[in-house]
């Protein structure tokens, strides 16, 4: 399994932006698919963004389409989530997490197909 240590969350006002890092170590970090997932208080922890392996193809969850970019750096072994527009509703624990098998479409989101995550990073939106 791979390692994975988030960074970059914190507070803001509404329409702000903020860009989470996780650092990956471990096994090849360009073998896994990666990708972002949130949890807010009393919700199932769901998925927001992820980006498969090689192709660098990505895939958005509808509420966050068009506001947030997610992207790696292989020579850093580091994927990002860069979050502008942001709204209240953007508040939870936002997870970093990797996965072994290939991944497409609606396949990608699939909490379950993910086989390391990383610890968490609070993202406070306020109106």
């Known amino acids: 399994q791979v390692q994975l240590v988030e960074s970059g969350g914190g507070s803001v006002q509404a329409g702000g932006s903020l860009r989470l890092s996780c650092a990956a170590s471990?096994?090849?970090?360009?073998?896994?698919?990666m990708g972002w997932f949130r949890q807010a208080p009393g919700k199932e922890r769901e998925f927001v963004a992820a980006i498969r392996r090689f192709s660098g193809i990505t895939y958005y969850a509808d509420s966050v389409k068009g506001r947030f970019t997610i992207s790696r750096d292989y020579a850093k072994n580091t994927v990002y989530l860069q979050m502008n527009s942001l709204k209240p509703e953007d508040t939870a624990v936002y997870y970093c997490?990797?996965?072994?098998?290939?991944?497409?479409?609606?396949?990608?989101?699939?909490?379950?197909?993910?086989?390391?995550w990383g610890q968490g990073t609070q993202v406070t939106v306020s109106s």
């Open positions: 997490t990797a996965r072994e098998n290939v991944c497409a479409a609606s396949g990608c989101a699939d909490l379950q197909g993910y086989d390391s």
């Open positions: 471990g096994r090849a970090f360009s073998s896994y698919a």
